[in-house]
């Protein structure tokens, strides 16, 4: 009996010292990256009117082009690390019958970059 009781006192004395602690080493997890990389700045560069070779010049050639629809222009670009985060981006560029830049749209404003940066001048300034 007395053996039963010291084990027990034991088990629960040890419990407390848990297993996290301990380092279990881990698979090393390799970020995938796929399509353009989009940078605000990049964005901030686009402008309406721009031919499409400006457009190729400042953004790279995009990752999807719709063959029955040659107006807009997809770029995509996702980063996952597995485990820790995963991010998606997209951009929709679209060209008029000039072949001119004239519709921006995704998850990239122009500008947005540049109005936040002000914004922050002037409230440093006051």
């Known amino acids: 009996m007395k053996i039963l009781i010291t084990m027990g006192v034991c088990l629960c004395v040890l419990s407390g010292c848990g297993i996290s602690n301990i380092k279990i080493p ?4 390799v970020a995938i990256q796929q399509g353009n990389v989009i940078t605000q700045e990049m964005v901030d560069k686009l402008k309406p009117g721009m031919t499409r070779r400006q457009v190729a010049f400042v953004m790279g050639e995009p990752v999807l082009r719709d ?8 770029y995509l670009y996702s980063i996952d690390v597995p485990g820790v985060f995963n991010q998606e981006s997209r951009l929709v560029l679209s060209f008029d019958e000039n072949d001119l830049l004239s519709v921006i749209s995704g998850d990239y404003a122009p500008g947005a970059g540049t109005e936040a940066a002000t914004a922050s001048q002037d409230d440093s300034q006051t």
Do not use: C, G, Q, S
């Open 26 to 29: 881990t698979l090393y997890k």
């Open 67 to 74: 063959p029955f629809d040659d107006t807009k222009w997809v």
